[in-house]
Structure formats: structure tokens, C-alpha cells
DNA sequence: GGTTGCATGTAAATGGTTACATGATTGT
DNA sequence: ACAATCATGTAACCATTTACATGCAACC
């Protein structure tokens, strides 16, 4: 999803600056699956209220840059409703560890074995922190969502729990097997 | 992870061309949690010969672009090893489909359904292709990176599938209420 | 005294995708 | 006939990240 859809997204929900903005995309849930920087928020704004799908009212701070408040405009809705319901890209889950994990025979049992470690930890402390969370106010497809997450990272975490044990015996028989070989 | 290490992994495999390497991370299992192109590989495998990571050996060929065959150095083999045991980036989901039903109140019930159902049918397809593949050849590590992704793909899947009748029924009803005020 | 939050923005560098350019062979 | 496979590479374009630039207030 390019930024500008990301900013008239976050708009929908009411005005906010761009660092309003980037806070919210940079929060839970939505970090989860969605990612932005300062550095592209800012330039999509001004794009935007040039070409009219938000407004901008700016605000006189004393000893702070102004306040610049961004607000859709119908154009700007209907742009969202454009993005939002046109062909979604595919869900991409990207891992730099499956991918050293693959190509783990270049590296000792003991590394892989301590990666693995790490990001069960990681995911783990994500399903954590996402189930100490609050919903008891959110929106339906809120909740929906954050499952999803749920669903994911648990899955992951309790993947790499269960399935580790038999790795490590694979692997510690394998280093046997090569130096008998030698 | 950036593309001269995926193609100093793939070649730790053994000799390959642009072409191979290309194929190889086009193809699942990577192809689940890496993405390259052409025009990434070809210029990384330039640069990794200039540097000295790899070796290339021109063969003619009649009617077709001479084949190149790149194999790794001991240079190479060395920084392979070093990119797969730096620190990795952390795993990363991405999903436009999530950000659409989170902003869903933009949309149309049926059209958020709709949307679910698709992804639901993509992620159970994927799921059954996994499935249906032939390990018994594979290497420890790369039954682990299989069964990590189908679990993925599982909960995704099997999330969607046991949810979205929730879904529906919160949606329906937060119409009723909508229509109501009216 | 240090970190976090508030608040904007730019410029350089990074790194990549997409499309183009070419074209025979093999399988359906 | 048509698609896929083999096989390389470039150039234009795109978007984004990172670092820089500035600085007060509130909290710990």
C-alpha cells in the first residue's frame, strides 16, 4: 500500500498531523503488517493538498514548528474507497532467519540453534504483548485483525517451540555422521 | 537480506547462472519469504566478480547469450558466512489486505466478505501446495523452513475460515444499527 | 542530566522494480 | 500456433530510508 493511502487512511479517522500520522501507522496493530518513515509522510502530504484530497490548516506554535492539520477532503474519501477496495497486493512474509536457516549448513549447529532461540523469543513477546492488549472498546474488524496477528505470531512461536528439539537432534546427529565421514 | 547474499547462498550450493539463481529463489520454499529480480541479480553478480566473492566462466553458446557460470570464492564462502550470522533483520509481515479491513468501515460489508473470502481461498491453496510436497529428500533445515511456512499459512488460513462467520455477523448488525440512527 | 514526546521538513543515498531488447528451442 | 524455458543485460523510473537540521517541555 503506497503512503498516500496509508495517510488518507489514517485521515478517514479523523484530522491529524503528519506526525499524528506517523504515530498511528507506527503503533500496534498497524505496524504489524504496514510500515512508513517521516521522510515519506511529509512529502505524501503536501502532495495530497496539492492535488486536493486533504486539506491543510495550519496552526501558529510559539517555540515549535506550526501545527499543520491534515483533513480529507470528498475527493480524498473517495480516493480511499478507490484504494482500499481496488486489487490488494499479496500478503508477503519476508525472513531473513528462515532464509540463513535454509542455508544453515554454512554455519555451526550451535549459531542456528541460538538464532531459532531469538526469534522464538521475539515471537513469543509479541503474542504476549498482544494478548495483555485491550479490546474491550475496539471496532469488529479491529478485533478481526488483531486476531489475525495473534493467530500468526502464535503459530510461529509455537512452531519454533515444538519443532526445535527435533531440529537440534537432526542436526547434532548430521555433525556426528560428517565427522565420522572425515 | 540484500541480493549479493542471496546469490553468494544460492551459489553455496554449487556453480549457477543469473539465470539459475534467478529460478532458484523464484521457486518455493524461498520464494515464501524472499523476493528478487533480473535486474537486481544480474548487476549483483557483476559486482561480486569485480570484487572477487565469485568466480565467472563464459561458455559459447551457439543462437543464445554466452551462459555464465559463477562459483564462490573462499572470499566469498567467507562473506556468505558472515551476512547469514550478522544480526538479521527481524521477520516481516506485510499485508495490504489487513489494512484494508482495519479501515474497513470505508467499505461495503459484502465488499470487505468478498475480500476475505479471497484471501482465505489464496492462503488454503497455498497451504494445500505445501502439502502436497515431496520432503523426503530434504535436509533437516529445509523441512523446518517448510513447516514453518505451512504453519503460517495454516493459521492464516484456518484463522480466516473459523472468524470471518464472527465477522459477518458483527458487520450485518452494525449496519442494522447504522441504518437505525438514520 | 538524559530520554521521550512534540513537531516539521529536506537531501542524499540506497536499492530495487519494470520495461525494454533479443531470440532459438522444446513441449502442448 | 502458443507458451514456456533458456539466457543475458541495461536504463529509466520509483519509492523509501537515513541522516541531517532544530529545539522546547515534561518526566524520571
Same mark, same amino acid.
Given at each position: 500500500?503506497?503512503?498516500?493511502?496509508?495517510?488518507?487512511?489514517?485521515?478517514?479517522?479523523?484530522?491529524?498531523?503528519?506526525?499524528?500520522?506517523?504515530?498511528?501507522?507506527?503503533?500496534?496493530?498497524?505496524?504489524?503488517?504496514?510500515?512508513?518513515?517521516?521522510?515519506?509522510?511529509?512529502?505524501?502530504?503536501?502532495?495530497?493538498?496539492?492535488?486536493?484530497?486533504?486539506?491543510?490548516?495550519?496552526?501558529?506554535?510559539?517555540?515549535?514548528?506550526?501545527?499543520?492539520?491534515?483533513?480529507?477532503?470528498?475527493?480524498?474519501?473517495?480516493?480511499?474507497?478507490?484504494?482500499?477496495? /481496488?486489487?490488494?497486493?499479496?500478503? !508477503?512474509?519476508?525472513?531473513?532467519?528462515?532464509? *540463513? #536457516?535454509?542455508? =544453515? $549448513?554454512? &554455519?555451526?549447529?550451535?549459531?542456528?540453534?541460538?538464532?531459532?532461540?531469538?526469534?522464538?523469543?521475539?515471537?513469543?513477546?509479541?503474542?504476549?504483548?498482544?494478548?495483555?492488549?485491550?479490546?474491550?472498546?475496539?471496532?469488529?474488524?479491529?478485533?478481526?485483525?488483531?486476531?489475525?496477528?495473534?493467530?500468526?505470531?502464535?503459530? /510461529?512461536?509455537?512452531?519454533?517451540? !515444538?519443532?526445535?528439539?527435533?531440529?537440534?537432534? *537432526? #542436526?547434532?546427529? =548430521? $555433525?556426528? &555422521?560428517?565427522?565420522?565421514?572425515?
Amino acid at each position: 500500500m503506497d503512503v498516500r493511502s496509508l495517510c488518507l487512511a489514517v485521515l478517514s479517522r479523523g484530522p491529524a498531523s503528519g506526525y499524528d500520522i506517523k504515530k498511528m501507522l507506527s503503533e500496534p496493530p498497524i505496524s504489524h503488517f504496514q510500515e512508513t518513515s517521516y521522510g515519506s509522510i511529509y512529502p505524501a502530504l503536501g502532495r495530497l493538498t496539492k492535488e486536493g484530497l486533504t486539506n491543510c490548516v495550519e496552526e501558529r506554535q510559539a517555540k515549535r514548528p506550526d501545527k499543520k492539520t491534515y483533513s480529507l477532503t470528498a475527493k480524498g474519501r473517495r480516493a480511499l474507497r478507490e484504494a482500499l477496495s /481496488a486489487p490488494l497486493s499479496p500478503d !508477503r512474509f519476508r525472513s531473513d532467519f528462515l532464509f *540463513a #536457516l535454509f542455508f =544453515g $549448513d554454512q &554455519l555451526p549447529a550451535e549459531t542456528l540453534l541460538a538464532m531459532i532461540a531469538t526469534r522464538q523469543a521475539a515471537y513469543q513477546e509479541r503474542v504476549d504483548g498482544m494478548q495483555d492488549c485491550d479490546l474491550s472498546e475496539a471496532s469488529p474488524q479491529r478485533r478481526f485483525v488483531h486476531g489475525f496477528g495473534l493467530a500468526l505470531y502464535a503459530a /510461529a512461536a509455537g512452531y519454533l517451540e !515444538r519443532e526445535t528439539p527435533g531440529l537440534e537432534a *537432526a #542436526l547434532t546427529a =548430521g $555433525d556426528a &555422521l560428517g565427522q565420522a565421514a572425515e
